[in-house]
């Protein structure tokens, strides 16, 4: 199976970034729904698939939803969509390059943090909620459940995880962008994105359905979602443009400091 190497892929991060910078509104916005979207039919899957099954089962029955998670990540990197914590990597490393400019990172991570969002919205809200596949019996008591114990970590313990699950979320593009195969694009971001939701780490995008499908339901507030999504951002972009992006520019700078960017 082809792939390329390190030094290799950190090149192709970087013209990614510069890429996706360069987006045209009338792309950006639609990719950055679809990005939302396709996050949270994996998690929606998830929950489908783990609500039900027996409490005796314990942590297996959380890794088989953590199995199926990855549905959203997988049809973001092949059959297109633009995420923020995939961006928090490949902007960071264009930005540490020199490739892009810090106003562009701004303007793109809040772009495509708003459009995912609305695709979020529409999945926990139209499917969630009005087609009642969170709103009711075993799969409302597992949205509640889960947003519940999210909501309860406070800001330290939300951000500290928050890194954790963009190290591995950066990582898992990282692994995409090394294979030269769909099969191989597959594999490479199954194996990280499992490993986030198994642990239960916090991602800020999957949090935009998670919590406002619980918040349909009659669970929460808008107020408890803000509280949660200010520390997980943070620590989304610390470990995405932090662990993954800087990491690697530093292994990698004078290489990455030569590339040569066409993209007007």
Same mark, same amino acid.
């Given at each position: #199976?082809?792939?390329?190497?390190?030094?290799?892929?950190?090149?192709?991060?970087?013209?990614?970034? /510069?890429?996706? /910078?360069?987006?045209?509104?009338?792309?950006?916005?639609?990719?950055?729904?679809?990005?939302?979207?396709?996050?949270?039919?994996?998690?929606l899957l998830d929950i489908r698939v783990s609500a039900n099954l027996p409490a005796d089962w314990g942590t297996f029955g959380a890794f088989l939803g953590a199995s199926?998670?990855?549905?959203?990540?997988?049809?973001?990197?092949?059959?297109?969509?633009?995420?923020?914590?995939?961006?928090?990597?490949?902007?960071?490393?264009?930005?540490?390059?020199?490739?892009?400019?810090?106003?562009?990172? /701004?303007?793109?991570?809040?772009?495509?943090?708003?459009s995912n969002f609305?695709?979020?919205?529409? *999945?926990?809200?139209?499917?969630?909620?009005?087609?009642?596949?969170?709103?009711?019996?075993?799969f409302l008591a597992k949205t509640v459940a889960i947003a519940k114990a999210k909501l309860d970590e406070g800001f330290v313990a939300s951000f500290f995880s928050a890194i954790g699950c963009n190290w591995l979320v950066g990582l898992a593009v990282w692994l995409a962008y090394g294979a030269q195969s769909v099969g191989g694009k597959i594999l490479g971001i199954w194996f990280p994105i499992m490993g986030f939701v198994a642990i239960g780490f916090q991602h800020v995008v999957a949090n #935009?359905?998670?919590i406002p499908a619980a918040i349909f339901s009659g669970?929460?507030?808008?107020?408890?979602?803000?509280?949660?999504?200010i520390p997980v951002f943070l620590g989304n972009a610390v470990g995405g443009s932090i662990? *993954?992006?800087?990491?690697?520019?530093?292994?990698?700078?004078?290489?990455?400091?030569?590339i040569k960017i066409t993209e007007k």
């Open positions: #199976m082809a792939f390329y190497n390190s030094k290799q892929i950190a090149k192709l991060s970087v013209e990614a970034g /510069v890429s996706k /910078v360069h987006l045209p509104m009338s792309s950006l916005l639609p990719l950055g729904f679809l990005g939302g979207a396709f996050i949270s039919l994996g998690f199926v998670f990855p549905l959203g990540l997988i049809l973001i990197l092949i059959a297109g969509g633009e995420l923020l914590t995939g961006n928090m990597m490949t902007i960071s490393l264009a930005c540490f390059s020199r490739k892009v400019t810090f106003g562009q990172l /701004v303007k793109n991570w809040v772009l495509i943090t708003l609305v695709g979020a919205l529409f *999945v926990a809200y139209c499917f969630g909620h009005l087609a009642g596949l969170t709103d009711s019996g075993p #935009m359905f998670l669970y929460f507030g808008w107020g408890d979602y803000i509280m949660n999504f662990f *993954v992006a800087m990491m690697y520019w530093i292994a990698y700078k004078n290489e990455l400091d030569t």
